[in-house]
């Protein structure tokens, strides 16, 4: 079965630039997640996104924005990177925003910055 | 949100059944129970689901109290594979993202 595709699955920046992580869900899957996990830590949500609309957002910084576009994929913009922004970046999806709905994950991207 | 409890660390041996625990007193009406697990180096894992009833599908088991404020999901037979930490979360109120929280590491011995 098709699962959750993320691109790339390791990105190495250097401070101040920007990177652009990719998404692409689940046929048919209408819903977009993004979670953030730093070194040793849980995963943390940042944003999500329904039928190509913002739906929730965490604690995503202001310099990090986002969007779903017509065919469901989403893009993760983050600009002025940081070292602390060295994370594993997940994304997944979901068949509508129902709570008895599960989550289904990509491998994530590595994201490094130097 | 409302949280939950779950042992820091279990260890099982392989072939034998695990019971990972999950304490959730604050859960609401319309609270799923929802377990995930993250091998090293990958992504979660969606495990199994659950409202009221006990549930059950090819990975493993849930066992729902009767009064929800606990749950227990049961891997009939433990493999190396299973070795990965579990995240007991429950998803309702009014955003639809999972809340992580420290979860149990499960071990496996050989």
């Known amino acids: 079965a098709a699962g959750v595709i993320q691109s790339p699955r390791h990105l190495i920046k250097e401070k101040r630039e920007t990177a652009t992580l990719k998404c692409y869900p689940i046929?048919?899957?209408?819903?977009v997640y993004w979670y953030q996990q730093g070194p040793g830590q849980d995963p943390q949500f940042l944003i999500s996104f329904y039928e190509k609309m913002q739906s929730d957002k965490g604690s995503i910084p202001d310099r990090f924005s986002a969007q779903q576009f017509s065919d469901y994929h989403s893009e993760l913009n983050m600009s002025s990177l940081e070292l602390g922004d060295s994370a594993l970046y997940f994304c997944?999806?979901?068949?509508?925003?129902?709570?008895?709905?599960?989550?289904?994950f990509g491998d994530g991207t590595r994201l490094s910055i130097l | 949100d409302a949280k939950t409890t779950q042992p820091n660390s279990m260890e099982s041996n392989e072939e034998e059944p695990v019971h990972l625990p999950c304490n959730h007193s604050?859960?609401?009406?319309?609270?799923?129970i929802h377990w995930y697990r993250q091998l090293p180096s990958q992504g979660p894992e969606y495990v199994i689901h659950?409202?009221?009833s006990n549930v059950n599908n090819r990975m493993a088991s849930l066992a729902i109290a009767e009064d929800r404020k606990s749950s227990t999901l049961i891997l009939h037979r433990a493999t190396l594979r299973d070795a990965a930490v579990y995240y007991c979360?429950?998803?309702?109120?009014?955003?639809?993202?999972?809340?992580f929280g420290k979860g149990t590491k499960l071990s496996v011995k050989p």
């Open positions: 659950g409202l009221t």
């Open positions: 046929p048919r899957h209408d819903t």
């Open positions: 979360i429950l998803r309702g109120g009014s955003q639809g993202n999972l809340i």
């Open positions: 997944a999806s979901s068949f509508s925003q129902n709570y008895g709905q599960p989550q289904h």
């Open positions: 604050t859960i609401s009406g319309t609270d799923y």
